[in-house]
Antibody, heavy 117, light 111 residues
């Protein structure tokens, strides 16, 4: 069974940093592009960043460009999201998900990031 | 890239059908067959229920169906059941964004 498990969320101050991790199991990790998708409290879904299976290409939303960095370690079946210069508006549940042919087939359970002073 | 437009809410009685629209432009929904739909129950992760406009992943009941006409995609849930009460989001490839675009979301209530 394909599974994703996120970790690393928590409370951070504005301007602070957090690193999220997502461990994959049950499938050949490097065969899949991956994404981070977030959902602010009571709001809709926003695709934050995506990365190809080889990590050759990455893409980020304008709202996080220059602050968040997506990466992956295929030897560890792990996806990362380094979040710097955090803002209150980055408060959300962050999901990792597989990304294939422009859709997300498998989703993790999410990790909550709260940015507050 | 603006979000795709969905109605905020929809409802139906058990056994009835409900259809949710997802309106974009010729640069996203209308131009490509890469529309997907996700179901999200409160406090849970989204779940893929339709991809590439009208394909269902293994395990998704055939009560869920997708279609597209012009710049508008639609999700129909037939034979509504209590467990179908959830938020539904569409998504599409978008020419202007490598990340694609999500819809605004629709809350379905089973009366």
């Amino acid at each position: 069974e394909m599974q994703l498990l996120e970790s690393g969320g928590g409370l951070a101050q504005p301007g602070g940093s957090l690193r999220l991790s997502c461990v994959a199991s049950g499938f050949t990790f490097d065969n899949y592009a991956m994404s981070w998708v977030r959902q602010a409290p009571g709001k809709g879904l926003e695709r934050v960043s995506s990365i190809t299976g080889s990590a050759f290409d990455t893409y980020s939303a304008d709202s996080v460009k220059g602050r968040f960095t997506i990466s992956r370690d295929n030897s560890r079946n792990t996806l990362y999201l380094q979040m710097n210069s955090l803002r209150v508006e980055d408060t959300a549940v962050y999901y990792c998900a597989t990304y294939k042919s422009y859709y997300h087939h498998v989703w993790g359970t999410g990790t909550t990031v709260t940015v507050s002073s | 890239q603006s979000a795709l437009t969905q109605p905020p809410s929809a409802s139906g009685s058990p056994g009835q059908s409900v259809t949710i629209s997802c309106t974009g432009t010729s640069s996203d929904v209308g131009g490509y067959s890469y529309v997907s739909w996700y179901q999200q129950h409160p406090g849970k992760a989204p779940k893929l229920i339709i991809y590439e406009v009208n394909k269902r992943p293994s395990g998704v009941p055939d009560r869920f169906s997708g279609s597209k006409s012009g710049n508008t995609a639609s999700l129909t849930v037939s034979g509504l059941q209590g467990e179908d009460e959830a938020d539904y989001y569409c998504s599409s490839y978008a020419l202007s964004s490598k990340l694609g675009v999500f819809g605004t979301g629709t809350r379905v209530t089973v009366l």
